[in-house]
């Protein structure tokens, strides 16, 4: 069994994850830019029913332009790290960001996302399908 933990910045919110990721996508939104403060977004995907989450955390609702797509972010109320999120289109899914493993050895992203809005320096894995 491959079990892995994701934490917040100050451990008080963790999860705990015993499958391997559904897929491991990059996405370069720039919802995603101001959310992380970095340029892109690196996740995860795992079944809901392969993660347990510690701790407690405060709710934050996205939604995009046109009012769909809601995503629900989990936050440290302490230290303010966003642990886990639920996708109101894919209930059955929890998406952790990848950073949160702080493991280098973490499978490489293979999907690439809203390319439309990257950076033009950012160099991505050779074999990753691009999508706009
Ligand atoms: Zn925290
Ligand atoms: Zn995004």
């Not at 701790?55 to 302490?78: N, Q």
């Not at 059955?92 to 293979?110: K, Q, S």
Request: proline share 6%; aromatic share 10%.
């Amino acid at each position: 069994m491959i079990e892995r933990i994701a934490a917040c910045s100050c451990g008080q919110l963790s999860a705990t994850v015993t499958e391997a990721p559904i897929r491991v996508s990059i996405c370069h939104c720039t919802d995603c830019q101001r959310r992380t403060g970095g340029v892109f977004a690196t996740q995860a995907r795992f079944r809901k029913d392969a993660v347990r989450i510690t701790g407690s955390s405060t709710e934050y609702i996205r939604v995009d332009d046109e009012g769909r797509k809601k995503a629900t972010f989990h936050f440290c109320p302490h230290c303010s790290a966003i642990l886990y999120w639920r996708l109101e289109a894919e209930p059955e899914m929890v998406l952790i960001p990848v950073g949160a493993f702080a493991d280098p050895g973490f499978p490489t992203p293979t999907i690439s996302v809203w390319e439309q809005d990257k950076h033009a320096w950012v160099s991505l894995p050779a074999n990753i399908k691009h999508f706009s």
